[in-house]
């Protein structure tokens, strides 16, 4: 999960009126009940007999406000306001008293990364701050095209997460459980061939005989839109298509068993993830980085990632001896570019790389050993 994992910097984007500061609020004060450390502040509209008057900054850690913008004269303006670049600079000297005493406990929320905000350099100096730190950082972003935006959305260590007002209560439900969760998300991810199911049996066997609550699932799930989506796999599809039931069925699972079983305490097993979607449909010319936002938008970060490495050409003969239908992504220069987008995509995950043509027993033992505590992948 964020607090495990190697990218500990969220960020929540959408179009403006989308709740992107509501479900920061939701976010913080629900930690806070939990009892997190939360620092930072967010921004409030201040509104006059139902009218919009203008911004105040608040901050999480103290009892102050400050005004960061008005619809009045005077300048820097941002569209109709007026923007205090001074009061932000300010609550900026107040943050950095709280970034001094910061721990790795501590939780970082700012509200928002925008083009008000970009006026100050105090504040874009703050950012880098905490972008570069080792500290936990959720922030709302404009979806503006500015490049200081861009720049924190392309970084390597950023989860981004696109709501609307459709999704932004179940993305709630879904970020919870990247910072409390009583459960643990092992994905067990490879190419076609490289023995998926025979380690998940290995594993699951293991786990039990340790006494844990253990569940195995599978994605795709045998719902409505993973059945629909196997037999398109079989017979041939849109890439589009395929890549809406992806989400969907992904959607659905999350909300019906992965979720509900990591609340309970369950070790969840899956054969398969959303890695796979980025690696199968990324081969397919789908963009990395969107695949990525779309599924992260909706699927907690697991805990850990197996993955089970093997040659194309060793994967191939083991799908041709087994005799069962191959589907359309089961050929030999297209595995080679799914194989090398999972090597790009694993430094993002805490991972266990093990060689799958190791004996089942020698695959199991690996895993074991490296589910505590979780590493994040070195590719060297």
Request: glycine share 6%; hydrophobic share 40%.
């Amino acid at each position: 999960m964020l607090l495990s994992g190697p990218r500990k910097k969220l960020l929540i984007t959408g179009a403006p009126g989308t709740g992107k500061t509501t479900l920061l609020k939701k976010l913080a004060y629900w930690l806070i009940e939990n009892g997190f450390s939360v620092k930072g502040f967010f921004t409030e509209e201040v509104r006059k007999k139902g009218k919009r008057q203008g911004f105040i900054i608040k901050l999480f850690s103290k009892e102050k406000s400050f005004w960061l913008a008005k619809r009045e004269k005077g300048s820097p303006r941002v569209g109709s306001y007026r923007v205090f670049v001074e009061n932000l600079d300010q609550a900026i000297l107040e943050l950095k008293k709280d970034l001094i005493n910061s721990t790795d406990k501590t939780l970082w929320f700012i509200d928002e990364i925008g083009k008000m905000e970009l006026l100050s350099q105090n504040f874009k100096t703050f950012i880098n701050e905490l972008v570069n730190s080792q500290l936990v950082l959720v922030s709302t972003i404009a979806e503006s095209k500015v490049d200081f935006i861009e720049k924190l959305k392309n970084r390597e260590d950023v989860v981004l997460c696109r709501i609307n007002p459709e999704n932004r209560n179940f993305v709630f439900e879904r970020l919870k459980v990247e910072f409390v969760r009583k459960g643990k998300l092992i994905v067990i991810e490879g190419i076609d061939g490289s023995g998926k199911t025979t380690v998940i049996r290995s594993l699951e066997n293991n786990l039990k005989e340790l006494k844990l609550p253990v569940k195995v699932s599978q994605e795709p799930t045998n719902g409505p839109f993973g059945r629909k989506l196997r037999e398109l796999l079989k017979v041939g599809g849109s890439a589009n298509e395929i890549l809406e039931l992806f989400l969907k069925d992904r959607e659905e699972h999350i909300k019906n068993e992965v979720i509900p079983e990591l609340n309970k305490g369950t070790w969840l097993i899956l054969d398969r993830y959303y890695l796979s979607t980025v690696a199968y449909q990324g081969a397919q010319g789908f963009s990395i980085k969107e695949l990525l936002t779309k599924n992260e938008t909706i699927a907690p970060i697991p805990d850990m990632v197996v993955f089970l490495d093997i040659s194309v050409k060793d994967a191939l003969k083991r799908i041709t001896c087994r005799g069962n239908e191959k589907t359309i992504f089961e050929k030999e220069d297209f595995l080679k570019k799914v194989k090398a987008i999972y090597e790009k995509i694993l430094t993002k995950f805490c991972c266990i790389k093990v060689d799958a043509t190791n004996s089942i027993s020698e695959i199991t033992k690996r895993v074991l050993e490296g589910l505590s505590p979780p590493k994040p992948f070195n590719p060297s």
